[in-house]
């Protein structure tokens, strides 16, 4: 009431007299914000009133239906899936066991975009990361016999040792030569997994066929639950993707804090960070972002050996950095949600590519290598590879994230395109 | 000593090819600025494609260095157009070629008809595509980052590779060259004729890309455009053809490295794309941006390598550790990784590389 009374006064001033009965109007208009913030339950767009509201990690009530939605999915998937609607997937080659790889995948490209999307620094060499994780499980899990509560923990620790030992060189070189550099530690590590015949088994590998799967109150090689036992493919699936969940929620966590925001100063210009006070030195966040990316990865990795048996150098090649690249650019750069989508891609295509083939034929491809065709079905994967590569960074560079982010903002002020 | 001298000299031949492949990356480093690993399908098609003249058609062998050579600068020009520049029309008549050689094949022809009808097709499309867009107006070509230009790259890398596997096979397959297993003895030395042949075609293309860098018009534009970009621009020099001509002449270099790879006792498969991922150690040495820096480099990383190759094998007599076994089989490849990342260390920009200003 005082502020209005003061606008009055000075508008006295300036006003004719007949003009002078408005602000009483206004007053009186001045009821509508009542029906304003009952129509806010809607927000036409993204609206965050207090910083506590910016930063909840599920802010809306969409977002907490969609979590529980997800955990729904995630609970009743490997029950489910042999019933018609997911047969659409399950029929044609995409079964529980590749979503599992597509988990532990999904682990690994949220390393690397934590490293590559968040840190900027470009990385060909998370492959190696994931044979760290993998073999020391292969090898301390059957070997040595350890429970899994401790090579879960001892994986990732080793490879944050490796990369906080790769780490330093990245302060040093940027760009092109990390991009080599990188490349280089792709052949070294392909070469010592080669001949480290003690321990990695030389070309022909090594056996993961030991490692233990039990916490002690659940085994997850023959997990019973409510009275139904279930197979391996199920407890996997349930294990590996929950600890998706716990990866994705505590880097989401690194991310939109404090150091998160350091990383990204980091990313996009690494002097200027420098000057604002981030520390850049040999325990600064380059060489942690390192670290941490190298841990997770080996993490994917230890889940990756009992996942995959039978673990050889063939698992860890170039080949298999590119798709780690090709996941994080095709789900999008900079996100965790993207990661998991990006992996999910990249893992099942090519399974359902192969299911279509096998079953239907597609026209040039040769499923079996006995038949004619024009490729085969393992060229038409990395030729698929190398096109969403290519494609996504022409045309979207935010990636499928990037895509879902605009048909979000579409439809959050939709009819109104403005 | 004749052992030293022996691998000395095949360090010399690997080096030149090296600095062959090298050439290609700095040039189009020079023009562009990023690393093209498209470089590598550039090598692996050119090889290909000599085999191809010399064994399927049955062609002059030196006709075939050429043919492949300018097919592959054309073929590089083409490349660099589509994924470096975003020029629509370029994409969509790679695809359309792509997608009409695949078609005819597929309805009982032979590779080279499908190829051909597919080339047309491509350029059809390509022209039309043309048509339309200078119709309907054209966004013109826009600036990737860094990373997302190498992974272009890159992706275009592995496409390329398996389509030439898809055309050619993964079979092992002997070009027919002239040098075959001939060789000469010179002291003790045995010399063979594909070695020295690789060495000879280095030094061509070494030194005409030299004289033309240093002399001719082109040449000359090409180290303004390096320079300073803008400046270039601003002196009438067209960047466009600038580009162009780097990549020609990378994809033309990369089809001889591609020839002098498979020359001699080695056979040609679609894996062959790897020699360019050792000669890097070569490049960084060198420095990305100077075409000197890739003969010394490549001349060095290539030597160092058969060095480490040659004594790893047979332990010299000073040497403290007898049995180096358990170093495994071809470690000289790690070896050259190892030297370029102390190089590294020591000099981030190569022994001949030009330091980058940081600016914030």
């Known amino acids: 009431m005082n502020a209005d009374s003061t606008s009055e006064s000075t508008s006295a001033k300036s006003t004719p007299a007949r003009l002078r009965l408005r602000p009483a109007r206004a007053t009186r208009l001045r009821l509508r914000p009542a029906r304003a913030t009952r129509l806010r339950l809607r927000p036409a767009t993204k609206q965050h009133v207090r910083y506590r509201d910016d930063l909840r990690l599920f802010p809306n009530r969409l977002r907490r239906a969609a979590l529980a939605g997800l955990i729904l999915v995630w609970a009743f998937i490997p029950v489910l899936w042999d019933v018609p609607p997911f047969t659409l997937l399950s029929g044609n080659g995409i079964s529980l066991n590749t979503l599992a790889y597509a988990g532990v995948f999904s682990i690994a490209a949220i390393g690397l975009n934590l490293l590559?999307?968040?840190?900027?620094?470009?990385?060909?060499?998370?492959?190696?990361?994931l044979a760290v994780g993998a073999y020391s499980t292969a090898y301390v899990g059957s070997v040595w016999g350890w429970p899994m509560l401790l090579w879960i923990f001892f994986a990732?620790?080793?490879?944050?040792?490796?990369?906080?030992?790769?780490?330093?060189?990245?302060?040093?070189?940027?760009?092109?030569?990390?991009?080599?550099?990188?490349?280089?530690?792709?052949?070294?590590?392909?070469?010592?997994?080669?001949?480290?015949?003690?321990?990695?088994?030389?070309?022909?590998?090594?056996?993961?066929?030991?490692v233990e799967l039990n916490l002690g109150f659940v085994d997850f090689e023959n997990l019973s639950l409510f009275g139904k036992s279930f197979g391996k493919d199920e407890s996997y699936f349930w294990l590996i993707w929950f600890l998706v969940a716990v990866v994705a929620w505590l880097t989401k966590n690194v991310v939109r804090t404090r150091p998160g925001r350091a990383l990204q100063a980091v990313r996009d210009r690494d002097i200027a960070a420098e000057i604002i006070g981030i520390d850049v030195g040999i325990a600064g966040y380059k060489t942690?972002?390192?670290?941490?990316?190298?841990?997770?990865?080996?993490?994917?990795?230890?889940l990756y050996a009992p996942l995959q048996l039978f673990i050889s150098p063939g698992d860890f090649t170039l080949l298999v950095s590119i798709q780690f690249?090709?996941?994080?650019?095709?789900g999008g750069m900079g996100t965790i949600y993207g990661s998991i989508i990006g992996a999910l891609v990249i893992t099942a295509l090519p399974r359902f590519i192969d299911g279509i083939s096998a079953d239907y034929g597609v026209p040039g491809v040769a499923a079996k290598s006995t038949d004619s065709g024009l490729v085969s079905v393992a060229s038409l994967n990395v030729i698929i590879y190398g096109f969403l590569i290519a494609l996504f960074l022409l045309v979207e560079h935010r990636g499928l994230a990037g895509i879902w982010v605009r048909i979000r903002n579409y439809f959050s002020t939709w009819p109104f395109s403005y | 000593m004749t052992t030293f001298l022996q691998a000395t000299f095949d360090g010399v031949a690997l080096?030149?090819?090296y600095a062959l492949i090298v050439l290609g990356f700095v040039v189009i480093y020079r023009a562009t600025g990023i690393i093209n690993f498209a470089q590598g399908g550039a090598l692996l098609f050119g090889g290909y494609f000599t085999y191809n003249v010399s064994t399927s058609w049955g062609w002059n062998y030196y006709v075939g260095i050429i043919l492949s050579v300018l097919v592959c600068a054309g073929f590089s020009v083409l490349l660099q157009r589509a994924m470096l520049q975003r020029v629509f029309r370029e994409v969509v008549g790679i695809s359309a070629g792509l997608l009409g050689w695949a078609t005819l094949f597929y309805n009982g022809t032979t590779h080279l008809v499908g190829l051909s009808g597919g080339v047309v097709i491509g350029v059809l499309a390509l022209l039309a595509t043309a048509r339309i867009e200078a119709r309907y107006g054209d966004k013109g070509p826009s600036e990737l980052p860094l990373f997302g230009a190498i992974m272009v790259t890159i992706g275009v890398l592995f496409i390329v590779k398996q389509v030439v596997a898809s055309i050619w096979g993964f079979a092992e397959l002997s070009v027919n060259d002239p040098w075959e297993l001939s060789t000469s003895r010179v002291g003790g030395l045995v010399l063979q004729h594909s070695k020295l042949a690789a060495i000879a075609m280095a030094v061509l293309a070494l030194g005409v890309f030299f004289l033309v860098d240093r002399y001719s018009r082109i040449g000359v534009a090409m180290r303004a455009t390096h320079f300073d970009h803008e400046a270039a621009i601003a002196q009438g020099i067209s960047t466009k053809i600038v580009f162009a001509t780097a990549f020609a002449i990378a994809g033309g270099v990369a089809a001889l490295a591609g020839t002098a790879a498979t020359a001699g006792p080695e056979l040609i498969t679609p894996n062959l794309d790897f020699v360019v991922f050792f000669a890097f150690p070569a490049m960084i040495v060198g420095g990305l941006d100077s075409p000197a820096g890739a003969v010394a480099g490549g001349l060095l990383v290539g030597w160092i390598q058969n060095l480490v190759k040659t004594y790893v094998a047979t332990t010299p007599a000073w040497f403290p550790i007898e049995d180096l076994d358990w170093l495994g089989a071809g470690f000289e490849r790690v070896a050259i990784f190892v030297v370029m990342i102390i190089v590294l260390m020591v000099r981030p920009y190569g022994l001949l590389g030009t330091e980058e200003v940081r600016r914030v």
Do not use: C, D
């Not at chain 1, 590559?116 to 990361?129: D, E, M, P």
């Not at chain 1, 030569?177 to 590998?205: A, C, D, P, Q």
């Open chain 1, 116 to 129: 590559t999307g968040y840190t900027g620094q470009v990385s060909l060499g998370h492959s190696v990361f």
């Open chain 1, 156 to 210: 990732p620790a080793l490879g944050w040792l490796v990369g906080a030992a790769i780490g330093p060189f990245a302060l040093r070189l940027r760009g092109n030569y990390l991009v080599i550099v990188t490349l280089g530690l792709v052949f070294i590590g392909e070469h010592i997994f080669r001949n480290w015949k003690s321990v990695t088994g030389g070309n022909t590998g090594t056996s993961a066929a030991g």
């Open chain 1, 288 to 302: 942690q972002a390192f670290a941490w990316s190298a841990a997770i990865a080996a993490l994917a990795g230890a």
């Open chain 1, 325 to 330: 690249i090709a996941m994080i650019i095709l």
């Open chain 2, 15 to 17: 080096g030149s090819l």
